[in-house]
């Protein structure tokens, strides 16, 4: 488990960050970005010892976050549209631009979903090199633009080890 890293949490109002902020701020200095359209909720975070900052992954500027974090654990998403580009250019462009924000992080997780890898067996432990694309239910831009953004990281993924590979 992590102790003493400044963490970034993106969508931490949402059902899979929010556990993960309130478990990791207890050893952690957790900062959540959200929209925080509600502010009970921003004040409900905050009594938790969680810092806020009103953050929205559409407007893809990431000006008001700290450089220095050690960890970013991703979760925002633009779910709920049928415009694929408008999803496209959230998710994936705003996951690029939130590391190249955050390039200096030890680590960068993307909190995807099942709809962007291809099926496999029942034990399978999904992978980031395991193919994407699958057939799923949704009727929205999510699915496409998730396939996008996880595209989008595994080529910064690459970048990053290149060049790491480079200085030695």
Avoid at 30 to 53: H, M, Q
Avoid at 66 to 71: G, I, K, L, V
Avoid at 92 to 99: N, Q
Avoid at 130 to 157: C, F, M, R, W
Wanted: a negative charge; charged letters at 25%.
């Amino acid at each position: 488990m992590l102790s003493d890293k400044k963490v970034l949490i993106t969508g931490a109002t949402g059902q899979i960050a929010r556990p993960i902020a309130e478990r990791l701020v207890h050893d952690n200095e957790v900062w959540c970005a959200a929209r925080f359209t509600d502010p009970s909720l921003k004040a409900e975070v905050e009594r938790l010892g969680i810092r806020t900052v009103q953050w929205d992954l559409a407007a893809q500027d990431n000006s008001q976050l700290p450089e220095d974090f050690t960890h970013v654990v991703h979760s925002a998403a633009l779910m709920l549209t049928d415009d694929h580009e408008t999803a496209i250019k959230v998710n994936a462009e705003g996951a690029g631009l939130l590391m190249a924000h955050c390039r200096r992080a030890d680590a960068f997780v993307l909190v995807s979903a099942f709809a962007v890898y291809r099926e496999q067996a029942p034990q399978h432990l999904y992978q980031e090199g395991d193919p994407l694309g699958s057939a799923t239910a949704y009727a929205t831009g999510y699915p496409i633009s998730k396939i996008a953004t996880e595209g989008a990281v595994q080529q910064h993924v690459l970048e990053r080890k290149a060049n790491d590979e480079q200085d030695g």
